[in-house]
């Protein structure tokens, strides 16, 4: 008999040989039929490989991320199959599964696919899929796997064979087709009930571009139609949220080719944008006891080769800027944290000084290679809201709370409502990785962890995920389309303060190492704007919108009486435009709908004569007539509640 620990911490005990498919069964006819495959030891295997020895076990559905891997994995042999069938003598690279679906290489020969022959190939998938057959998974000795793709004349799994050691290959079959692969898969073909082949693009083999370009087709497959359905939808919509084209359509941000690529240029709109957020997070890093500094862009080579930014970074950094002094090299800093140790260096501190909390809008700078470039979620000059807090190890939990503190206030702020707090920790198998002592670890970890905790937070825990350097919280936040961003980290560090010898003196008046913590709840100003113009659609917080409102005179006649309106709304720092265009004040209408306006304030002869404006909102239409002042009033309560709230 064998002990199977299940992810609850419940044991239960079977006959050795017993596999994930007989342990489903034994807890439910339910499960039995939903399990995609199985957990072993930290290892995914099929359902059908027997546990033989002791092991902790998780049965893998499509609600579980491994789960949903191993079925689009499964997907890709299945695509392979129908493209053989419909395409004989096609050849195939490599086929994983992606974080949405999965994709295959293949090479047609002289063939190109287009998109008009997607929906046979999905037909095709279907029709085997109905088929339920099994996958099957056969080890093979190398000269037979050889001779197997030799026969084949399929050089790209030769390829692969050439760095496979005999007796660690496997094949796997499912009806017509036999594929090279490591596995795992899902029971049978029958768990398809849905597929829908996205795109195709040029993929060079291997990523060498010295040999053949492949034609990469990226699709997915769900287990129910409407599921299939429901996520087309949500593309369409992601689509019409994507970032870069509201950020052209509100007119926030730009490129410019003469400028570089990967180098927003902050139009009006998008500077107050950013703005607002900067003001919104510096008081609130006042109020917690930040002290404002202001570094840099460039650095001396000497403070990030100390700091090992460097050799982390160098081959992603900009070419070094050489001075006429024979030797002296520059770079564009690609992190702030050296030249806050260097702040932090400038005097003596004592242990009654800790913590220090250092915070800056820094803008740092990493050569991305042109291709991984994406409007601003992946740029080569960007902000962070970095801040870098100095304190003695027994401060580590208090002031990793605060932290938390102010993020969770970032996010409510904002509408982020769904999030989950990723602890991430050192391998415990591996701790030669890692710097510093194991007693210096395990409280940090414990910190983490008790703060997490009291503070209520839903959290995973992943281990081996820890930064070389010490422990962090991650946030993962969910957008309104269910998409995840990392938004927020908070990390501790031990390894800048060793590098830069950075010392307080203790009360027994020796000198001592602080613990130093990372934290940005925006992380890049520039890919955290990007996200909220997705989860917000463009409709942002009244208290973040660029423009708050737009006075829209019915004719010429009114321009003055707008102005009169626009200077008092001004002098309460509300912030607007009057729309003086020679156009209809329907024209007008929609036009501020467009720019997603929260408020548009209409004024002609009535509102004049009565010293009054008709007040329309941003999706909801007219809001009948009041003074300015009455509607100030009721802007600044509409502030203050949200506020309040947060």
Request: charged share 30%; aromatic share 10%.
């Amino acid at each position: 008999m064998i002990n199977i620990t299940l992810p609850d911490g419940s044991v239960r005990q079977y006959e050795s040989g017993v596999t994930g498919m007989g342990i489903a069964a034994s807890i439910s006819e339910g499960l039995a039929r939903n399990v995609l495959a199985v957990k072993v030891n930290k290892e995914v295997w099929d359902l059908s490989r027997p546990i033989e020895q002791d092991a902790q076990v998780q049965l893998l559905t499509w609600n579980d991320t491994e789960g949903k891997a191993t079925y689009w994995h499964s997907s890709a042999h299945l695509m392979a199959e129908a493209l053989e069938a419909l395409y004989p003598g096609v050849k195939f690279g490599i086929g994983p599964a992606i974080e949405n679906g999965f994709y295959y290489d293949i090479d047609l020969g002289d063939r190109t696919l287009s998109q008009d022959e997607f929906a046979a190939i999905e037909q095709k998938m279907l029709e085997l899929a109905r088929n339920k057959s099994e996958y099957v998974r056969r080890r093979v000795p190398k000269d037979e796997a050889i001779a197997y793709f030799t026969q084949k004349g399929d050089q790209y799994k030769l390829d692969l064979l050439e760095g496979l050691e005999d007796g660690s290959i496997t094949f796997y079959s499912q009806g017509n087709f036999v594929d090279l692969c490591r596995g795992p898969h899902i029971p049978n073909t029958g768990f398809i009930k849905a597929a829908k082949l996205m795109n195709v693009a040029g993929a060079y083999w291997r990523g060498d571009e010295k040999s053949k370009q492949l034609t990469r087709v990226y699709a997915i497959t769900f287990p129910k139609q409407k599921e299939l359905t429901e996520y087309l939808e949500r593309l369409e919509e992601a689509k019409r949220r994507d970032h870069r084209k509201l950020g052209k359509e509100l007119e926030l941000f730009a490129f410019s080719e003469k400028v570089g690529m990967g180098l927003p240029l902050w139009l009006p709109k998008g500077t107050m944008l950013r703005e607002r957020l900067e003001t919104f997070m510096r008081k609130a890093q006042t109020r917690a006891g930040y002290q404002q500094v202001v570094t840099p862009h460039i650095g001396n080579k000497e403070l990030y080769i100390t700091s090992g930014h460097y050799e982390k970074y160098g081959a992603d950094s900009f070419q070094p800027i050489r001075t006429p002094n024979e030797g002296e090299e520059f770079f564009l800093k690609p992190m702030n944290c050296p030249h806050h140790c260097e702040i932090y260096k400038t005097k003596p501190r004592s242990y009654r000084d800790l913590p220090v909390r250092l915070a800056e809008f820094g803008t740092v700078y990493r050569y991305e290679q042109s291709g991984e470039l994406h409007g601003l979620t992946r740029v080569r000059g960007f902000t962070q809201d970095d801040a870098h807090i100095f304190c003695r190890p027994d401060q580590v939990k208090e002031e990793f709370t605060k932290v938390i503190d102010l993020v969770l206030y970032v996010f409510k702020a904002l509408g982020f409502e769904d999030y989950t707090a990723q602890i991430s920790l050192r391998d415990p198998e591996n701790r030669a990785k890692y710097i510093g002592s194991d007693e210096a670890w395990e409280k940090a970890e414990s910190a983490i962890i008790e703060a997490a905790t009291e503070k209520g937070l839903p959290t995973v825990t992943e281990y081996g995920e820890a930064a070389f350097y010490g422990p962090k919280l991650d946030f993962m936040v969910k957008d309104a389309l269910g998409r995840k961003w990392q938004l927020g980290t908070i990390q501790v560090d031990y390894n800048l303060p060793e590098r830069f010898q950075l010392e307080y003196t203790a009360p027994d008046n020796t000198k001592q190492r602080p613990v130093m913590l990372h934290r940005a709840p925006f992380g890049s100003l520039e890919r955290f704007v990007a996200v909220l113009i997705e989860h917000c659609a463009g409709k942002f917080p009244l208290w973040l919108s660029p423009e708050q409102f737009a006075i829209l005179p019915i004719s010429e006649k009114y321009h003055e009486y707008a102005e009169q309106v626009y200077q008092k709304l001004l002098q309460e720092d509300i912030r607007g435009f009057v729309d003086n265009r020679d156009e209809k004040i329907g024209r007008k209408i929609r036009d501020a709908e467009v720019q997603k306006v929260p408020y548009m304030i209409i004024v002609g002869e009535k509102e004049q004569e009565n010293g009054e404006i008709s007040i329309r909102k941003h999706g909801e239409g007219d809001m009948g007539s009041m003074t300015v002042e009455a509607f100030i009033q009721n802007f600044k309560q509409i502030l203050e509640d949200i506020f309040s709230k947060n």
